[in-house]
């Protein structure tokens, strides 16, 4: 039987990396022409939706990290390679999750010199925390395999793998998108 303080650990770093973490990303790099108009207090609707999303995530991270820092009472007991990865790649991904919000309170305006380091910044910041939180997820999931599911032990992982290979499609897919669009447009600029 697997632990209440695990099973409610891994199912909000889930709910926030894995669905709130995406939908987040995605809308902030594939949605910003598409939702220009102006929606309340002059937000783009498209930021609001990116805020609201990885504010979730921020606090999921936050209670996933506490839940089972206070009832392991512990730092971690895994220590072989690769799973002892996990809490390292967890507690890097937790503190830039909690970093890149207060990098966006400092955001200036849209025509400041500085607007493309910002993004940069807050794009590389929100990258690196997502990209360390899947694998820490994934070795979660290998660790939880291997000692408290007996009976299916490849159904959560393949699940889970089944996300990441349904989110990378997706972002290709709007990548591809992206990109025939700017090519129609500079197509119906050279007429």
Not at 162 to 182: N, P
Request: glycine share 6%; hydrophobic share 45%; with cysteine.
């Amino acid at each position: 039987m697997i632990p209440t303080a695990i099973r409610i650990h891994g199912s909000l770093m889930v709910i926030g990396w894995i669905f709130c973490c995406t939908n987040g990303i995605i809308l902030s790099r594939h949605y910003k022409q598409s939702w220009k108009r102006k929606g309340r207090r002059n937000y783009e609707p498209w930021l609001i939706a990116h805020q609201v999303f990885n504010s979730i995530a921020v606090i999921c991270s936050i209670l996933g990290t506490f839940v089972i820092v206070y009832f392991s009472q512990d730092y971690s007991n895994l220590t072989p390679y690769p799973v002892g990865a996990h809490p390292i790649c967890g507690f890097i991904s937790t503190a830039l999750s909690l970093l890149n919000p207060l990098i966006a309170l400092c955001r200036c305006s849209p025509t400041s010199s500085n607007r493309t380091l910002f993004n940069w910044i807050h794009t590389f910041v929100g990258l690196t925390a997502f990209s360390l939180a899947v694998p820490a997820i994934a070795l979660g999931l290998i660790v939880l395999r291997s000692t408290a599911v007996k009976s299916s032990p490849y159904s959560i992982l393949t699940v889970f793998q089944g996300f990441v290979i349904l989110y990378v499609i997706t972002e290709m897919t709007l990548e591809f998108t992206d990109y025939w669009m700017i090519l129609r447009e500079r197509s119906k600029s050279a007429f």
